[in-house]
């Protein structure tokens, strides 16, 4: 037998996701470059770690044995040990609910030992089974404590619906904001849980179009600047699982959002830049970062033409996105692992013209304890396209600093020429 793959050119033409690629349809196999999908907290900003970016908070994890052991292995690893507190559940709960009665003694007793102004609640499969009413619950609790319990879900089961757990803990986190005034020169940036990469060009960018604050939420250090983010003009949603909570802030508070992915490709970038310009009325000259980047790309490309180069998922770019730029720096994409979705349909057939032949694995497919690693690669790009090619030079490119824009790109090519 041999690992499950198709060609670009095949899902391009496909008129249907092949069900391989979708979790849902099968069995996950969990060989250890999967390990961080099979469970949204295995690794960096699962749910649990991603709740506690809300300053001055702690998180009460209601779960089984299992789930709790896990997260106090990653909380010790990631630094939020001292946030972290558990209320365990055992057959009876499991079966009866009975653990929900415990809920507002346990978190009066957390505020005994851990004064926190803010109380995220996180429940697990097992309440979703139950069709707990988590958002009533709260509801109380706040009455009963004076501090603000915010609900949350970490729904592995609900990675396939309509709003998984990663995307859902994006709208939790700016739930507590209130709209009381609006500062016209001020913005939000959504999407990451840690803090842009602050050499990116974006934020001169954004001065230069006369924004003056840029409020992103893991640079908050108090409650009290963090409901700053409640008066900003828009939000700038810059990847694209933060949609729902854009959506559901102008929606609740008024606030409008533009939509400003993360891209590779200088051309697109530029584009963006111009485009977002209009959208807003302002004049944004991005002229000298994109001549400087254009430069660094014309420069890379002598280096990397005819290298074979094996990307992953488990990094800071679409991998069908960073394929495409990357086959316009010279590289053969011989192998894209990524589950794939509806959403990246235009971006596979974009890449389809310029690669038809790349094979695209899927980490979690059970027929990929039969993958057999090519022998003629030169580079790798993602954690986990490492770990399933060991002995090939790798940029991890996964880091707490999130990259972005012309910046995102240069540093890029810089650590892959590194590399080789």
């Known amino acids: 037998m041999k690992a499950f ?9 496909a008129e249907h ?41 702690v998180m009460l994890l209601v779960s089984p044995a299992s789930c709790g052991r896990n ?36 978190v009066q007793e957390i505020l005994e030992v851990a004064p926190a102004k803010v109380v995220v609640i996180c429940i697990t499969c097992v309440d979703a089974l139950l069709a707990t009413d988590l958002e009533s619950i709260a509801q109380k609790i706040e009455q009963q404590t004076g501090v603000h319990i915010v609900p949350s879900y970490m729904y592995a089961l609900e990675r396939e619906g309509r709003k998984p757990p990663m995307t859902a803990i994006r709208q939790t986190i700016y739930s507590l904001l209130e709209r009381k005034t609006v500062d016209p020169k001020a913005i939000n940036l959504l999407g990451f849980f840690s803090c842009l990469n602050p ?62 992915p993360r891209l590779y490709e200088v051309e697109r970038i530029h584009r963006l830049y111009q485009l977002f310009a209009k959208a807003i009325g302002v004049v944004m000259d991005d002229t000298s ?15 990397f033409q005819g290298k074979k180069l094996v990307i992953g998922e488990m990094l800071d770019a679409n991998p069908f996105e960073l394929a495409c730029a990357l086959s316009e720096l010279g590289f053969e994409i011989m192998e894209i692992f ?66 972005f824009g012309y910046q995102g790109l240069q540093d890029l090519i810089a650590e892959m020429r590194n590399c080789l």
């Open 338 to 403: 990524s589950n794939v979705t509806q959403n990246d349909k235009k971006t596979i057939q974009r890449l389809a013209k310029v690669s038809p032949n790349t094979q695209v694995y899927t980490g979690i497919s059970p027929s990929m304890v039969h993958y057999q690693a090519r022998q003629d690669i030169d580079l790798t790009i993602g954690k986990d396209a490492g770990m399933l090619y060991p002995d090939v030079p790798c940029v991890p490119w996964n880091q707490e600093e999130q990259p």
């Open 289 to 303: 970062y994109y001549l400087e980047t254009k430069q660094i790309v014309q420069e890379a490309r002598s280096i």
């Open 199 to 260: 050499e990116s060009e974006l934020f001169e960018l954004l001065h230069q179009a006369g924004i003056q604050t840029i409020h992103q939420v893991a640079e908050k250090k108090t409650l009290e600047e963090y409901m700053e983010m409640g008066n900003a003009n828009f939000n700038l949603v810059l990847y694209p699982e933060s949609n729902y909570a854009a959506q559901d802030l102008n929606q609740r508070l008024g606030m409008p959002y533009i939509e400003f």
């Open 5 to 13: 793959y198709r060609t670009i050119e095949q899902l391009a033409q």
């Open 71 to 106: 997260s106090t292995i990653l909380s010790q690893e990631e630094g939020y040990a001292d946030r972290m507190f558990y209320l365990l559940m055992n057959e009876t709960d499991l079966v009866t609910g009975r653990h929900l009665r415990k809920l507002s003694q346990a």
């Open 17 to 57: 996701i092949p069900s391989e690629y979708i979790p849902a349809c099968h069995l996950i196999y969990s060989a250890p470059a999967t390990l961080a999908y099979n469970s949204p907290g295995a690794i960096g900003f699962g749910v649990k770690r991603a709740g506690l970016v809300i300053p001055e908070s």
